[in-house]
């Protein structure tokens, strides 16, 4: 299975708000709502953010928040911080009782 | 509370095959009805899932690893462990071991370093 595609990287100043695509095919995202989200600061593990495409894990901020349309899901971070400024990877069920992530997306904060 | 760790030779030499435990400690340790995966991050790039081990015994691998890539239990140490046959540089990676709970991986070991050289 091919990885799920996100863009390169996103920039945003302080206090506003980004969204972060993650693009599959009718097989994976487009089939189900197991869509997850992972933040990964530098030499660090990634830390899970948004699972089940929208819900979020006990002690993540609602500045964080998913969501799904047809083959593509979408992780929005309001209200920029400094702090936000990692990797971000979308992950999602294939079928097959396989998973695949996404080429990862790099936000920067201005 | 759950922890991973991942443990192993940092280094391994080219055809050789790559060996990796993680300990879960903390929970019911690898007893729980949990998958137990594999995931791996080649330097400067993306994140990529090797396989699963279901608590039962049951595994599933990245297609384009299958040939080469066993996943293993062992309940009563509490730990599950990676083998990854006839390695190249391309295998040179940070290992992760993480836990899918709600079918996401809500818990990841720290990583550890493995490097293809002779």
């Known amino acids: 299975q091919s990885a799920l595609t996100q863009p390169a990287s996103v920039s945003g100043s302080p206090g506003q708000s980004i969204t972060i695509s993650c693009t599959g095919t009718s097989s994976d995202v487009g089939d189900n709502n197991l869509v997850s989200w992972y933040q990964q600061h530098p030499g660090k593990a990634p830390k899970l953010m948004i699972y089940?495409?929208?819900k979020r894990p006990s002690g993540i901020s609602n500045r964080f928040s998913g969501s799904k349309s047809g083959n593509t899901a979408s992780l929005t971070i309001s209200g920029l911080q400094d702090e936000d400024e990692a990797d971000y990877y979308c992950?999602?069920?294939?079928?097959?009782?396989?998973?695949?992530f996404g080429g990862g997306t790099k936000v920067t904060v201005l | 509370q759950v922890q991973l760790q991942e443990s192993g030779p940092g280094l391994v030499k080219p055809s050789e095959t790559l060996s990796l435990t993680c300990t879960v400690s903390?929970?019911?340790?690898?007893?729980?009805?949990?998958?137990w995966n594999w995931i791996r991050q080649s330097p400067g790039k993306g994140l990529e899932w090797i396989g699963y081990l279901f608590y039962g015994g049951s595994t599933n691998y990245n297609y384009s690893l299958k040939s080469r890539v066993t996943i293993s239990g062992d309940t009563s140490k509490n730990e599950f462990s990676l083998r990854l046959n006839s390695v190249t540089a391309a295998d040179t990676a940070v290992y992760y071991c993480?836990?899918?709970?709600?079918?996401?991986?809500?818990?990841w070991g720290q990583g550890t370093m493995v490097s293809v050289s002779t």
């Open positions: 993480a836990r899918t709970n709600n079918d996401a991986l809500d818990i």
């Open positions: 089940g495409v929208y």
């Open positions: 992950y999602s069920y294939a079928g097959s009782f396989s998973w695949v």
């Open positions: 903390g929970g019911s340790g690898l007893s729980d009805s949990y998958y």
